[in-house]
Protein backbone atom coordinates (compact mmCIF):
# COMPACT_ATOMS: atom_id res chain seq x y z
CA UNK A 1 0.00 0.00 0.00
CA UNK A 2 1.46 2.99 -0.85
CA UNK A 3 1.17 6.07 1.41
CA UNK A 4 1.53 9.91 1.16
CA UNK A 5 2.12 12.35 3.45
CA UNK A 6 1.74 15.95 2.32
CA UNK A 7 2.87 19.26 4.19
CA UNK A 8 3.40 22.56 3.38
CA UNK A 9 0.63 25.08 1.64
CA UNK A 10 -0.91 27.99 3.18
CA UNK A 11 -1.94 31.77 2.27
CA UNK A 12 -0.04 33.79 0.68
CA UNK A 13 -0.01 37.03 -1.46
CA UNK A 14 -0.19 36.99 -4.98
CA UNK A 15 3.42 36.92 -6.53
CA UNK A 16 4.85 35.12 -3.65
CA UNK A 17 5.97 31.45 -2.99
CA UNK A 18 5.24 28.45 -1.91
CA UNK A 19 7.14 24.91 -1.03
CA UNK A 20 4.97 21.39 -0.86
CA UNK A 21 6.54 18.53 0.14
CA UNK A 22 5.21 15.09 -0.44
CA UNK A 23 7.08 11.88 1.68
CA UNK A 24 6.59 8.63 0.25
CA UNK A 25 6.15 4.87 1.79
CA UNK A 26 5.40 1.60 1.29
CA UNK A 27 4.03 -0.77 -1.31
CA UNK A 28 6.39 -0.23 -4.45
CA UNK A 29 5.82 3.81 -4.99
CA UNK A 30 8.79 3.78 -7.05
CA UNK A 31 7.06 1.57 -9.69
CA UNK A 32 4.70 5.19 -10.05
CA UNK A 33 6.24 8.74 -11.48
CA UNK A 34 4.64 11.39 -8.70
CA UNK A 35 2.54 14.01 -9.40
CA UNK A 36 0.79 17.10 -8.08
CA UNK A 37 -2.81 17.93 -8.41
CA UNK A 38 -4.96 20.97 -7.52
CA UNK A 39 -8.69 21.12 -6.88
CA UNK A 40 -11.14 23.77 -6.51
CA UNK A 41 -14.63 23.45 -5.09
CA UNK A 42 -17.31 21.62 -7.65
CA UNK A 43 -14.32 20.70 -10.34
CA UNK A 44 -12.46 17.61 -11.35
CA UNK A 45 -8.79 17.45 -9.61
CA UNK A 46 -6.11 18.41 -12.16
CA UNK A 47 -2.91 17.91 -13.41
CA UNK A 48 0.10 20.21 -12.21
CA UNK A 49 3.22 18.49 -12.35
CA UNK A 50 4.74 15.14 -12.10
CA UNK A 51 8.45 13.37 -11.73
CA UNK A 52 9.59 10.20 -12.55
CA UNK A 53 11.48 8.34 -9.45
CA UNK A 54 13.81 7.12 -11.69
CA UNK A 55 15.00 9.23 -14.61
CA UNK A 56 14.00 12.86 -12.83
CA UNK A 57 12.53 13.65 -16.12
CA UNK A 58 9.64 16.55 -15.23
CA UNK A 59 6.32 17.04 -16.56
CA UNK A 60 4.03 20.33 -16.18
CA UNK A 61 0.72 21.75 -17.28
CA UNK A 62 0.52 25.02 -19.12
CA UNK A 63 -0.58 26.71 -16.36
CA UNK A 64 2.27 26.37 -14.22
CA UNK A 65 5.03 25.77 -16.97
CA UNK A 66 8.09 28.32 -15.74
CA UNK A 67 6.64 29.44 -12.28
CA UNK A 68 6.66 25.79 -10.43
CA UNK A 69 9.23 23.31 -9.86
CA UNK A 70 9.29 19.80 -9.33
CA UNK A 71 11.53 17.81 -7.67
CA UNK A 72 12.30 14.88 -6.03
CA UNK A 73 15.13 13.67 -2.93
CA UNK A 74 15.42 9.83 -3.33
CA UNK A 75 17.19 9.42 -0.19
CA UNK A 76 13.88 11.02 1.51
CA UNK A 77 11.41 9.05 -0.66
CA UNK A 78 9.72 13.07 -0.80
CA UNK A 79 8.82 14.97 -3.42
CA UNK A 80 8.58 18.75 -3.69
CA UNK A 81 6.15 21.57 -5.68
CA UNK A 82 8.19 25.10 -5.45
CA UNK A 83 5.56 27.59 -6.29
CA UNK A 84 6.42 30.85 -7.28
CA UNK A 85 4.76 33.87 -8.80
CA UNK A 86 1.73 32.36 -7.56
CA UNK A 87 -1.48 33.74 -8.80
CA UNK A 88 -4.97 34.09 -7.10
CA UNK A 89 -5.91 31.20 -9.77
CA UNK A 90 -3.46 28.83 -8.16
CA UNK A 91 -5.62 28.51 -5.10
CA UNK A 92 -6.68 25.61 -4.51
CA UNK A 93 -6.60 21.84 -2.74
CA UNK A 94 -2.98 20.49 -3.78
CA UNK A 95 -2.60 16.82 -4.04
CA UNK A 96 0.19 14.43 -4.52
CA UNK A 97 -0.35 11.55 -5.99
CA UNK A 98 1.00 8.03 -7.22
CA UNK A 99 0.64 8.27 -11.44
CA UNK A 100 2.07 6.78 -14.79
CA UNK A 101 2.90 9.66 -17.33
CA UNK A 102 1.43 9.93 -20.35
CA UNK A 103 3.22 11.99 -22.78
CA UNK A 104 1.68 14.92 -23.48
CA UNK A 105 -1.43 14.62 -21.52
CA UNK A 106 0.21 14.84 -18.28
CA UNK A 107 0.02 12.19 -15.38
CA UNK A 108 -2.93 9.24 -14.55
CA UNK A 109 -3.67 8.77 -11.42
CA UNK A 110 -3.33 5.56 -9.67
CA UNK A 111 -5.57 5.52 -7.12
CA UNK A 112 -2.79 6.90 -4.25
CA UNK A 113 -3.28 9.85 -3.02
CA UNK A 114 -1.66 12.36 -0.02
CA UNK A 115 -4.84 14.00 2.10
CA UNK A 116 -4.38 17.54 -0.02
CA UNK A 117 -3.11 20.61 1.78
CA UNK A 118 -4.44 24.22 1.03
CA UNK A 119 -2.99 26.67 -0.83
CA UNK A 120 -4.62 30.16 -1.10
CA UNK A 121 -3.19 33.23 -3.15
CA UNK A 122 -4.80 36.78 -2.40
CA UNK A 123 -4.89 39.49 -4.79
Known amino acids: QVQLVESGGGLVQAGGSLRLSCAAS????????MGWFRQTPGNERTFVAAISWISGNTYYSDSVKGRFTISRDNAKNTVYLQMNSLKPEDTAVYYC????????????????WGQGTQVTVSS
Open 97 to 112: GACTVVVGRGCSPADY
Open 26 to 33: GGAFRSYS
